[in-house]
Each structure stands twice: as C-alpha cells, then as structure tokens.
C-alpha cells in the first residue's frame, strides 16, 4: 500500500501530479474559500456518468455531482518533459518537492535558526533572519525544540517582532526545519515528470489560486 498526501496552490487550470506511482483513489479538498469544495474519485468509479470521480461543490451540499470524462480525476501516466520551470507554485505539473527545508533559502547572509515567541496570547513571533517569501508564507510548517506548527499570518520576511503568526505558541528556541508553503510545486525545467493523476476540474476545485490539499494512495 503506498499514500501520499500534499498541499498545492490551484492554477485555475487543469493540473498534473507526479506521484511516482498511479494511485487507486485520490481526495482532494479546498482551504481558503468559504465554500470549501471537496472531490473524490477510485478505480472502483466505473459508470460513465462518474468515471472522472465525483464531487461537491461546496461543504453544505448533500448531492454530490458526477464527474464525467475530462471532468474530474484521472490517471497520468507521466512522461511528460517539462519546458520551462516558474515560481515554486505556479505550473501545471507538479510534484513533490525534494528540497523542503527553506531555512537557508532567505534574503539575507545568514540562515533562519532561532524563534523568538513575541506574544503568547495572539501566538505572534519572529525569525531572525529575512526568509524567502517565494517559498516561505501561510501554510509553511515550522519545527522548533522538536515541537511543529504551521505559519497561519507572515508579515513582511518575518524578522522583526511578531511578524510571524503560528497556530500555536511555541516557545523560543531552535528552529530545526522550516518548510515551502506548498508541498507540491513546479519540477525543474528538463524535468520528466512522474506519473500519477490529473485533476481538470476549474469549475470548483481549480476556480481560483487557492490553498488545496489532496491524498493518494493505493488500496494494495
């Protein structure tokens, strides 16, 4: 059994996941718009009318609509040798990326080491170096003294007093890992992509550039 799960940033357009192997089923669900879209799809959908998977459109739905051929999620097969690589987030074809750990990725001379928890209350501190904001924002996990949280607000690079929001207060100390926002991203240029699944639905799930998660796994 293999299960892989990431976020991304949506392109508004239909998009390629490299895996490293073709999934049984995949989920995938919306995270910064009120409405919340989810979609599913398995081997096992196999009328016509959902043969892509199925979906809601937003979280108070009780139906969920059919996704019919060129609809929703299907299998990719990879293969595909990529032509030009952008920003981190934003291309079609994406995979896992494989260098995670943004500490050393700033503006500055000097990498990211040490948190200082600012206000305990609203969860607010700093870094004490400017981070890369092309890689490091909202969703970016942060590992301090062994104990992880995600970024939830980033003030300009996040150097100077409170410019960083966690989900949790974690106290001041080391910071052991620092990740992208986005699990997934664009693969160098020259890359040959991986196989996997895509997800053409820009109706719902691809609508806008928004925070997603997925998960893909085999049943076997």
Same mark, same amino acid.
């Given at each position: ?61 009780? /139906? ?5 051929? @060129?609809? &929703?999620?299907? %299998?990719?097969?990879? !293969?595909?040798?990529? *032509? ?45 170096? /400017? ?5 490091? @924002?909202? &969703?970016?996990? %942060?590992?301090?003294? !062994?104990?992880?949280? *995600? ?70």
């Amino acid at each position: 059994m293999q299960l892989v799960s990431g976020s991304f940033k949506a392109q508004n357009a239909a998009m390629y996941f490299g895996l490293g192997f073709i999934p049984d089923f995949v989920k995938c669900w919306g995270l910064t718009t009120d409405v919340s879209p989810m979609g599913v799809w398995s081997i096992n959908s196999r009328s016509l009318q959902a043969i892509e998977g199925e979906m809601r459109s937003t979280m108070t739905d009780v /139906d969920m609509l059919d996704l019919a051929i @060129g609809e &929703g999620f299907a %299998i990719y097969r990879g !293969g595909t040798k990529t *032509t030009a690589s952008s920003t981190p987030s934003s291309t079609t074809y994406v995979q896992d990326m494989a260098d995670k750990d943004k500490r050393d990725a700033n503006t500055s001379a000097t990498a990211i080491s040490a948190w200082t928890l600012g206000n305990p209350t609203n969860k607010t501190g700093r870094w004490h170096n /400017d981070c890369n904001t092309t890689y490091v @924002g909202v &969703g970016s996990r %942060i590992c301090v003294d !062994g104990k992880w949280a *995600t970024v939830t607000a980033l003030s300009n690079e996040g150097a100077d007093a409170n410019e960083v929001t966690l989900n949790e207060a974690l106290k001041s100390g080391e910071i052991q890992f620092l990740s992208n926002m986005y699990d997934f991203v664009a693969p160098a240029a020259g890359t040959v992509t991986k196989e996997g699944f895509i997800l053409s639905d820009t109706t719902y799930l691809l609508d806008a550039t928004d925070y997603m998660y997925f998960e893909a796994g085999t049943y076997r």
